[in-house]
């Protein structure tokens, strides 16, 4: 099972969470916050890109707790893209940037440490390209104190 998150409109929870449930039956919710539901399934990726009743959806591929310094360091100690990661994306050489989301905000990311995080994720099939990338990555410090990494699906 891959582990999910997706953000959606602050209220409706507990609608999400039956929409979920009703969509994918092996569903396992892990999180259901304010405006965010973490959750498991093995259903295709594709079913999880056409969601309507979630804003984003992303594959978790990080959660910890502390400041966005510590979810960078976190980031950088981080192997690389697993296998689970990588089948998602396309096989040709595509373009990535990396963004930064604090409590709903577009977090600014030091340069220097901008670049360490690029060099990170890049591969001979991933490259920096910041205005128009094919993918995304983001970075969430929720006001919860919970911090996500996530490759953006919709």
């Known amino acids: 099972m891959t582990t999910y998150f997706s ?6 929870g507990e609608v999400v969470k039956e929409a979920l449930s009703f969509n994918f039956p092996d569903i396992k919710i892990i999180s259901l916050l304010e405006g965010l539901v973490i ?11 056409k969601l309507r009743f979630v804003n984003n959806s992303y594959i978790l591929l990080l959660q910890g707790r502390g400041s966005s310094q510590e979810l960078i360091n976190q980031i950088l100690n981080f192997k690389s893209l697993d296998n689970d990661t990588k089948k998602f994306l396309p096989s040709k050489r595509i373009s990535f940037r990396i963004m930064g989301i ?3 905000h577009p977090l ?6 901008l ?10 099939q991933l490259f920096v390209n910041r205005n128009h990338p094919h993918i995304e990555f983001v970075l969430f410090l929720r006001s919860e104190g919970i911090n996500l990494f996530g490759l953006r699906l919709s």
């Open 7 to 12: 953000n959606f409109i602050t209220g409706l």
């Open 39 to 49: 959750y498991q399934t093995a259903s295709k990726i594709d079913i999880i890109r």
């Open 102 to 104: 604090a409590e709903n």
């Open 108 to 113: 600014a990311i030091n340069k220097f440490q």
């Open 115 to 124: 670049e360490l995080l690029e060099k990170k994720l890049a591969t001979p």
